[in-house]
């Protein structure tokens, strides 16, 4: 089995030939402004996963030990829990940026 991971240029390149050759009446310019507003729709779309991840599935005792290394507290859990929110929503206006960008 093979260790190749294809990068984002590669994988670009790939649907904006395979856009010409299937014929859809768009360029090669217009295939990778399609090419590029699904990376954004990607990168938004694991944003606000991310966002819902962790709002849904990870609780103040997680996080808790999320902030310990070798057993020390390299911050105050509970009052960076309570700053979570805000940070949540810088990811999810990210998100929206991202995409209206696109």
């Known amino acids: 089995m093979s260790e190749y991971t294809a990068n984002l240029a590669t994988i670009e390149s790939a649907y904006v030939n395979w856009?010409?050759?299937?014929?859809?009446?768009?360029d090669a310019s217009e295939a990778a402004a399609e090419f590029d507003r699904f990376i954004a729709k990607v990168k938004a779309d694991a944003l606000?996963?991310?966002?819902?991840?962790?709002e849904g599935h990870v609780g103040a005792g997680e996080f808790d030990e999320q902030t310990r290394r070798n057993g020390t507290h390299w911050t105050h859990a509970v009052e960076s829990w309570d700053h979570q929110g805000p940070f949540m929503y810088w990811l999810l206006n990210r998100a929206d940026q991202i995409e209206r960008e696109a």
């Open 48 to 54: 606000r996963e991310a966002v819902e991840e962790f």
């Open 19 to 26: 856009a010409l050759l299937a014929d859809r009446g768009i």
